[in-house]
């Protein structure tokens, strides 16, 4: 039974899962520290001579890439219209929370927390780390609790967490000292508040919390940082409950011992804020079985056509109990990779694809250096550009007419033949000693984008000259893209260097167009650079994650096929103890897959075998049409939908909204 008085509920599970069970304009404050995915950037302990080294680890868990825009719906749907928001983070995400949150709060700013006692730089080769940045939102009426004039100032200062405060057992690179939670709980919350922290880590936000007497919901995945957690705010609990018997008073609204709840197992709820796992369902009139926190928090291998990364929202809740985990058409790996299963088979038709699975499976030595090899030229490429400011400057002359299209055309040519060991250099000798077509990639991409940029500008007005900057970068970057996927389509390459090969389309699938797979006559894949949105992307990020032990892990237990979908199930053959899940192509003209076509008569022998044949239980998201839907309506085939927007609408083969089905047979 749901107890109304309840002080605290902490939780050993996945937010993501969590959160969903939150009613709307429910909690007051939401104060937590997510991942900043600084682990790319560390160099691990630092070794000094003739003493133990200098820790300078960071975790496991920060080396996962944290998206904050997949955070926000939810934040928004389950913060009260008066409440706050606090986010810790560092630079490289403050911009992504900034640009995912500000536009939906009245008010959005930050704070700076100033470690007055931060790690010292033995090499005194740059600032030292002592500021730390907390994202902050909120609405007008928010709960904002200011004394006086000199507790409003955006600056917290304190030392860093340290001993006895900080845990050795287990240690956590990111534990805040209670006194700072403190006064950021004081400020943006009241006695009984509902405090939310998603990412829970020890549990110092609770403990402020309590001891300031707020109520506290948190959730943390890590099994042993929950298990510190769940410690320490027993200590509150137990240290309030004594000073009650002490005073010979107890007030049943603030007993914490008979309303609270702690779960590190199998979630039920006695919070009576949180909803009932009947919830998590999308058809509120159908209860389905759900595993209970089978989410494992990992991200897609790569960016795929149709990737169902959003989608997880309504699969994972309808999955059913299961041993081992199938998926046919495996895809970017979304779902693959989004759960946790005691054995996972994969399966692609497409053999490029696979041949990036098991490189990355198999820590591929060839693999990883052609890759960084090309994230090199990536950085390269900036390097080249800021280094020839006088491009800026001749577009210039042709913006005030001072030169034609001609001369334009006659300079950026004598440039490029001038400068071409340079521009050659951007790739290297790795990629330049193959069919080469970089110089006079840079020669058109930049003639055609000034051009181009002159005629926006008569029409509209001028470029600023960051827009300026950032057009010409994007013209260098996208004929390095049109060098590799060159390479990319080099049949010689695809014959004699497999592992190549594999770099260049992990490449084009980071860069394309927005993941797009197109291919002209000949049979080359043709879609054109991504542009100005792609030019900050590095791969280094996604391939530490690939590096990363809990990837690893999870491909230890799993088996890769590259076969046809029905051949590769009655292979692995899943059993009623297993689960298959199945993203087929879609039903439309534009249904392959890197040239692999999958018909009408294919689809018709998919829905044959998975009704007639197979004994796992599975689940089918797919695009509604008639003939799938008449395909799937059959006995013992549950049929539901929800809506999908795509990104983009390539070539108008997609509409930007349409109908999902989620078909299962249980």
């Given at each position: ?149 000199s507790e409003m100032h955006n600056f917290i200062e304190s030392p860093i967490c340290m001993r006895p405060e ?501």
């Amino acid at each position: 039974m749901k107890d109304p008085n309840w002080r605290r509920c902490i939780l050993c599970a996945d937010s993501r899962d969590v959160i969903k069970r939150i009613p709307d304009n429910s909690i007051d404050f939401i104060l937590t520290d997510p991942p900043y995915n600084l682990g790319q950037h560390s160099t691990g302990n630092i070794p000094l001579h003739g003493r133990s080294a200098m820790n300078n680890d960071v975790a496991e868990w920060d080396m996962i890439d944290f998206n904050p825009e997949e955070w926000t719906d939810e934040f928004i749907r389950i913060l009260k219209p008066t409440g706050n928001l606090f986010i810790f983070t560092s630079y490289n995400q403050l911009g992504r929370w900034y640009n995912a949150l500000d536009h939906r709060f009245d008010t959005s700013n930050f704070m700076i927390w100033h470690k007055t006692n931060p790690a010292p730089k033995i090499f005194k080769a740059g600032f030292l780390n002592s500021c730390e940045m907390i994202f902050t939102c909120w609405n007008k009426k928010h709960t904002w609790n200011f004394i006086s004039q000199s507790e409003m100032h955006n600056f917290i200062e304190s030392p860093i967490c340290m001993r006895p405060e900080r845990l050795n057992e287990p240690k956590h690179p990111a534990q805040k000292p209670i006194s700072i939670l403190k006064k950021m709980i004081q400020i943006a919350s009241n006695k009984d508040d509902i405090i939310f922290d998603p990412f829970m880590g020890v549990g110092s936000t609770g403990v402020a919390a309590l001891e300031l007497e707020r109520r506290f919901i948190g959730v943390e995945l890590d099994k042993s940082y929950f298990d510190a957690a769940k410690k320490r705010i027993n200590n509150v609990i137990d240290i309030h409950n004594n000073n009650q018997m002490n005073h010979h008073t107890v007030y049943k609204t603030n007993d914490y011992s008979e309303s609270s709840m702690i779960c590190d197992g199998n979630i039920s709820y006695q919070c009576s804020l949180l909803e009932s796992d009947a919830s998590f369902n999308t058809n509120q009139n159908e209860v389905i079985p759900t595993s209970v926190d089978i989410s494992s928090g990992l991200s897609p291998i790569v960016k795929w056509p149709g990737g169902k990364e959003k989608e997880l929202k309504y699969i994972i809740p309808n999955i059913p109990k299961f041993k081992r985990f199938f998926e046919p058409f495996v895809g970017g790996g979304s779902v693959f990779m989004g759960i946790l299963a005691s054995e996972y088979h994969i399966n692609d038709f497409s053999s490029e694809l696979i041949e990036v699975y098991n490189n990355i499976a198999t820590s591929d030595k060839d693999f990883f250096r052609y890759t960084e090899e090309m994230d090199k030229s990536w950085q390269n490429a900036v390097i080249f550009f800021i280094t020839h400011s006088e491009l800026v400057d001749i577009y210039i002359d042709y913006r005030k007419e001072q030169i034609g299209k001609n001369e334009l055309k006659t300079y950026i040519h004598s440039f490029c033949k001038n400068n071409e060991k340079e521009i050659l250099a951007i790739i290297g000798e790795t990629f330049y000693k193959h069919s080469c077509i970089l110089v006079k990639e840079v020669e058109t991409n930049l003639f055609r984008k000034m051009v181009r940029m002159r005629e926006l500008e008569v029409q509209k007005h001028e470029l600023p000259e960051k827009d300026l900057n950032d057009n010409i970068e994007t013209a260098i970057k996208s004929a390095v893209y049109m060098n590799y996927r060159h390479l990319y389509n080099d049949k010689n390459i695809q014959s004699n260097n497999i592992k190549l090969h594999s770099a260049l389309f992990f490449f084009m699938r980071n860069y394309a167009y927005s993941g797009m797979f197109r291919y002209s006559s000949k049979g080359d894949f043709n879609v054109p650079y991504g542009g100005i949105a792609y030019n900050r992307k590095l791969m280094a990020k996604k391939l530490s994650y690939y590096r990363s032990k809990p990837l690893l892990a999870h491909f230890a237990s799993t088996k890769i096929y590259n076969l046809d979908f029905e051949v590769f199930l009655k292979t692995a053959q899943p059993n009623e103890d297993d689960f298959v899940f199945l993203d087929p192509p879609y039903d439309s003209e534009f249904s392959t897959y890197a040239q692999n076509a999958f018909t009408k008569d294919d689809q018709e022998r998919l829905a044959n075998y998975m009704i007639n044949e197979c004994k796992a239980k599975w689940m089918m998201v797919i695009k509604n049409t008639d003939f799938i839907y008449n395909l799937y309506n059959k006995k013992g085939v549950n049929i539901r939908t929800f809506d999908k927007e795509y990104l983009v609408s390539f070539m108008n083969r997609n509409d930007k909204k349409v109908t999902h089905l989620l078909i299962t047979n249980y």
